[in-house]
């Protein structure tokens, strides 16, 4: 029977470049979209799809997020004691009770792959979870990660999360070569993985995104990977091997994605979630259509 996936890991050792000065002393996973780090949306996420136990892979100057998961006595007692219960809340229900977290460190940002294998010793010979926190997946009639989970346990296979991308954009994705094959309940199998192709040479549409479900299996293949673009134990490489040897399966998304390791999308997030808001949603639709139609911006032409 196969086994439940029960653990995610998290790769947090990336430098954040795109988001200096920003990024020089707050880790990028802790930058705020709305009112809660980026980070947290992912572990809620992760959450919500049954992971009970997360492996961090940390690096320098990224104690914040330890920090973040911590409970904070002091913040609490002064909270309890002025009756502040809506942001006592806040600090205290970040994780279930139950919620196992590891931290282990990269030692030097080498390349993802490097990351995810830093974690072996603490997922053991079990299928588990990879959340990129870069990416926030958000859809309010599914998770999506919950879904790639369900494909695991009914198959065995891996399963990596991918996204429709306009043709004229696949040179900025891994792309999935799925042959022939037709999309059944949203997955699809797949028979290759194509690192940024030219639209015309682009196997398909379907762009890996960043949440995965590995069997352990994926730590052989990583152990093996020799530095590959930009000097760097690149993961889609490692994938790559073992699709040789196992299954692999794409789960299509249905909801967004923001990817907020991009100052775009990072902007997106925070508009469409500070929309959603019932407080502050109203008034800032009314700012945007004030603002928009402005003096101000009219030089500023849509893209
Ligand atoms: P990115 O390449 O998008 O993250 O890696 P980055 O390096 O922090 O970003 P820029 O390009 O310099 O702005 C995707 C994910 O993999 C992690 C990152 O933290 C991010 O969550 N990562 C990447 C590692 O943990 N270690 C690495 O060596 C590389």
Same mark, same amino acid.
């Given at each position: 029977m196969t086994q439940?996936?029960?653990?995610?890991?998290? #790769?947090?050792?990336? /430098?954040?470049?795109?988001?200096? &000065?920003?990024?020089?002393?707050? #880790?990028?996973?802790? /930058?705020?979209?709305?009112?809660? &780090?980026?980070?947290?949306y992912v572990v809620e996420e992760a959450l919500a799809a049954g992971i009970e136990e997360f492996v961090f892979v940390t690096g320098r100057g990224k104690s914040a997020i330890e920090n973040h998961f911590d409970k904070p006595y002091e913040l609490v007692d002064m909270l309890e004691r002025k009756g502040k219960l809506k942001e006592l809340a806040a600090v205290t229900e970040i994780l279930p009770e139950n919620t196992k977290l590891f931290y282990t460190r990269q030692g030097a940002p080498l390349g993802l792959g490097h990351a995810i294998y830093q974690a072996r010793s603490v997922i053991g010979d079990e299928p588990f979870a990879v959340l990129l926190p870069d990416d926030i997946i958000y859809d309010d009639s599914e998770n999506a990660l919950s879904k790639m989970i369900d494909v695991h346990s009914q198959t065995g296979s891996n399963v990596v999360l991918t996204m429709n991308v306009p043709q004229d954009r696949t040179q900025n994705y891994g792309v999935i070569d799925i042959q022939n094959e037709q999309v059944e309940n949203g997955k699809v199998q797949a028979h290759g993985f194509v690192e940024k192709p030219k639209p015309e040479d682009a196997p398909s549409t379907l762009a890996v995104t960043g949440r995965y479900v590995f069997n352990a299996s994926i730590f052989d293949e990583l152990a093996q990977t020799k530095p590959g673009h930009g000097g760097e134990i690149q993961l889609t490489d490692a994938m790559d091997s073992l699709l040789q040897k196992e299954d692999f399966y794409g789960y299509i998304l249905k909801g967004e994605r923001f990817d907020c390791g991009d100052k775009f999308g990072f902007q997106q997030a925070n508009l469409y979630f500070a929309l959603k808001d019932e407080f502050i949603g109203p008034k800032l639709k009314e700012y945007i259509q004030t603002i928009s139609t402005s003096d101000v911006f009219k030089n500023v032409k849509c893209a």
């Open positions: 439940k996936v029960r653990k995610a890991v998290l #790769p947090v050792a990336g /430098l954040g470049t795109r988001f200096l &000065p920003a990024t020089k002393a707050t #880790p990028k996973e802790m /930058l705020t979209v709305v009112d809660k &780090p980026i980070i947290q």
